[in-house]
């Protein structure tokens, strides 16, 4: 992985899996976050890798829209995103920190939506009707046991995303980033947005 500031690995999880994901500018290089499919990747160094989630081990839980699922470790490779399975939420291990370290700086989870409008913990973040967030500020996030309260969530086109060089600033502190892509109504081709929640650290947590 060249070119990403401040990698930390997510050993704060008891677990992890290697993956793909989003295209996105930061000036040090492109990024870019993949609505499906996956490719092969390289971890910089060796994590722990399992073929699924524990359903005992961390978990992303969002109530207000009954988001309740694993919460593993991905890699990221060559400053893409695409999380390696459609049933779990994904740290991005290299880039950013675990929650257990959100003191350090920005925590980022990525998730699949998928184009049928269902099936993947993304789709819970998206309004198919109005195409809009469906988490609104004030609302909780709990991620590994540390608990945010949401900021600001929006929809974006991905060139947008990728060329917000604050959002992908791994070094504010207290900071927690999830991002999806928003399913096409259509119910096929590539997502062209993506929905981003920003998130607050309970410093009383």
Known sequence: MENVPNR??????????????????????????NSTGSTDSQAAT???????PSPAGPRLILDAVGLNVPLSAM????????PPGNDAAYILANHGYPPSHTSEGTVYIAM???HT??????????DTTTRQ?????????????TTYTVTNTY?????TVANDTNLWNPTITHRLVILTCLPNTSGHGTASHNII?????????
């Open 8 to 33: 930390k690995r997510s050993h704060g999880l008891g677990i992890g899996v290697l993956a793909v994901a989003t295209v996105l500018l930061l000036g040090l290089g492109a990024w870019r976050l």
């Open 46 to 52: 060796p994590i722990a890798t399992a073929a699924s």
């Open 112 to 114: 699949h939506a998928l």
């Open 133 to 145: 967030p469906r988490l609104t500020e004030g609302d909780t996030i709990t991620a590994d046991g």
């Open 197 to 205: 929640t920003i998130a607050q650290h309970d410093l009383n947590d």
């Open 75 to 82: 890699m990221v490779d060559n400053r893409t995103v695409n």
């Open 117 to 126: 409008g269902s099936g993947a913990p993304g789709n819970l973040l998206a």
């Open 155 to 159: 929809t974006a086109d991905k060139t």
